[in-house]
């Protein structure tokens, strides 16, 4: 695993964390809600951007990226 790659796997793991939190759900719940709106993989596509980013910022923009995809799905 590269540093790049293990970088990027702690970022996932802390908006886990957080997002967990956010929303007072179980690490499982936010997984499967990660799973269904392909949120870990905009959080790999955009590491660049989103780690320079604070928590609050982050779990905002999750809210958001999640709601988009949500409104989608109903499409």
Same mark, same amino acid.
């Given at each position: 695993?590269t540093?790049r790659?293990?970088?990027?796997?702690?970022f996932?793991?802390?908006?886990?964390?957080?997002?967990?939190? @956010?929303?007072?759900a179980?690490?499982?719940? =936010?997984? %499967?809600?990660f799973d269904?709106?392909?949120?870990? !993989?905009?959080?790999?596509?955009?590491?660049?951007?989103? @780690?320079?980013?604070g928590?609050?910022?982050? =779990?905002? %923009?999750l809210?958001?990226?999640?709601?988009?995809r !949500?409104?989608?799905?109903?499409?």
């Open positions: 695993m540093e790659d293990q970088n990027t796997a702690y996932v793991t802390f908006c886990i964390e957080q997002y967990k939190m @956010h929303i007072g179980a690490g499982q719940e =936010v997984m %499967d809600l269904r709106y392909g949120v870990v !993989r905009y959080l790999v596509d955009n590491y660049d951007v989103l @780690h320079t980013q928590w609050q910022w982050l =779990v905002a %923009d809210d958001d990226y999640i709601a988009k !949500r409104e989608e799905e109903k499409r």
